[in-house]
């Protein structure tokens, strides 16, 4: 792929994540801000495509915009606060809090404008999929068990926390 | 290809977004998809290390796995607990929800 076709791209993908992710932020109607964060992860996926991680845009899609956005619209549902939302707290606090957030960006472009990463030229990993699911029966393997247990428990602890409370 | 440095600056905005989102709004929901948001663009950070400083590595895509099995854990709790709070308070605004303030 041509160095121009891929930074044609980027940038679109880029505009998409960002404008997504402010309408997310802003938006009044929760519902909206859903699909609108379902909008973003779509975008991020394709970086991952474009960063030649296959199997990480794949998941992206299926357990971010498959997963999280469908249960995170449930929860919208359930707390029947969808329209209106009143949206931000005290004036003041809005803005102490943006010129520190243009703050964070600002150092962190100073940071990274500074460092010097040292780039591999190495090519990058042919087949992830198998490559990835390797390591994890391999180098990774005590991570991934303890992972599963990690889902397990908020498993049961989404269940325990959210059932009425005296049980049926 | 495109520089890194791309890829790390999208993300600070990215984060500096999401970070607006936590601090500014007032509805849990809203709060747990703007904490999405960051780890998205801390996900994004490692992916993209992972294909410019060690791509015959592929290690950085595994942690970005790891990432998204435990922000899938932290909506299904954070969830669960936005439910009980608004059964308790019947509402999810968090400045209401204040009786752990002493």
Redesign the interface.
């Given at each position: 792929m041509g160095?121009t076709v891929?930074?044609v791209i980027?940038f679109a993908l880029?505009a998409m994540?960002?404008a997504s992710?402010?309408m997310?932020?802003t938006g009044r109607n929760?519902f909206h801000?859903?699909m609108f964060?379902g909008a973003?992860?779509l975008s991020?996926a394709g970086?991952?495509f474009?960063?030649?991680?296959e199997?990480?845009g794949i998941?992206?899609v299926f357990?971010?915009v498959g997963?999280?956005v469908v249960?995170?619209l449930?929860?919208?549902m359930?707390?029947a606060?969808i329209t209106n939302?009143?949206?931000?707290?005290a004036m003041e606090?809005?803005w102490v809090?943006?010129v520190s957030?243009?703050g964070?960006?600002g150092l962190?472009?100073f940071v990274?404008?500074d460092t010097v990463?040292?780039?591999?030229e190495?090519?990058?990993?042919e087949d992830?999929t198998s490559?990835?699911g390797r390591?994890?029966m391999t180098d990774?393997i005590l991570?991934f068990e303890v992972?599963s247990i990690?889902?397990l428990a908020?498993?049961i602890?989404?269940?325990v926390?959210?059932r009425?409370e005296g049980g049926k | 290809m495109i520089p890194l440095s791309y890829y790390l600056m999208l993300s600070a905005v990215l984060f500096a977004i999401g970070m607006g989102g936590v601090l500014l709004r007032r509805n849990a929901v809203a709060i747990l998809l703007s904490v999405e948001i960051m780890l998205n663009s801390a996900n994004l950070n490692l992916v993209a290390f992972s294909r410019y400083v060690a791509p015959h590595e592929a290690s950085g895509q595994i942690f970005a796995l790891f990432v998204m099995a435990v922000a899938a854990a932290e909506v299904a709790v954070g969830l669960a607990l936005i439910l009980m709070i608004y059964r308790n308070l019947q509402s999810v605004n968090l400045d209401q929800f204040n009786i752990f303030k002493w």
């Open positions: 160095d891929s930074l980027f880029a994540a960002v992710a402010i997310v932020v929760l801000a859903a964060l973003h992860l991020i970086f991952y474009l960063l030649n991680a199997l990480v998941l992206q357990v971010y997963g999280v249960v995170v449930f929860g919208i359930l707390t606060q939302v009143r949206l931000t707290s606090q809005r809090t943006v957030l243009i964070l960006v962190l472009a990274v404008r990463f040292r780039i591999s190495m090519a990058p990993v992830t490559f990835i390591l994890f990774y991570p992972i990690l889902l908020a498993l602890g989404a269940v926390i959210a009425e | -």
